[in-house]
């Protein structure tokens, strides 16, 4: 079983910067896939980005050129910095770890979520 805590979230802003982590514990953190989440309010979760085991990191198109992924397997940490933001990243943002079963990539554990506020 492996518990996930987002930490970092706060009010920032337009323009400004955050840095999310994303500590994890309870399993071998290396073996996962991490992703991070956002979900605004009245709005559908949507993937922010994935980090794969290989170092690969992918991000949604929103997202891409202002957010960076990095993970520290020593530190069982995953990071999302977020550089330039918009009041529409506003969102509660939520990291998860999944694997990956025959060809489909499957989240099964979740953080608690922290929020980001950006003001115009």
């Known amino acids: 079983q492996v518990q996930l805590v987002e930490s970092g979230g706060g009010l920032v802003q337009a323009g400004g910067s955050l840095r999310l982590s994303c500590a994890a514990s309870?399993?071998?953190?290396?073996?996962?896939?991490m992703g991070w989440f956002r979900q605004a309010p009245g709005k559908e979760r949507e993937l922010v980005g994935t980090?794969?085991?290989?170092?690969?990191?992918d991000y949604a198109d929103s997202v891409k050129g202002r957010f960076t992924i990095s993970r520290d397997n020593a530190l069982n940490t995953l990071y999302l910095q977020m550089n330039s933001l918009k009041p529409e990243d506003t969102a509660v943002y939520y990291c998860?770890?999944?694997?990956?079963?025959?060809?489909?990539?499957?989240?099964?554990?979740w953080g608690q979520g922290t929020q980001v506020t950006v003001s115009s």
């Open positions: 980090s794969w085991r290989a170092a690969q990191t």
């Open positions: 309870g399993g071998t953190f290396s073996r996962y896939v």
């Open positions: 998860a770890a999944g694997q990956v079963i025959g060809i489909s990539l499957q989240y099964d554990y």
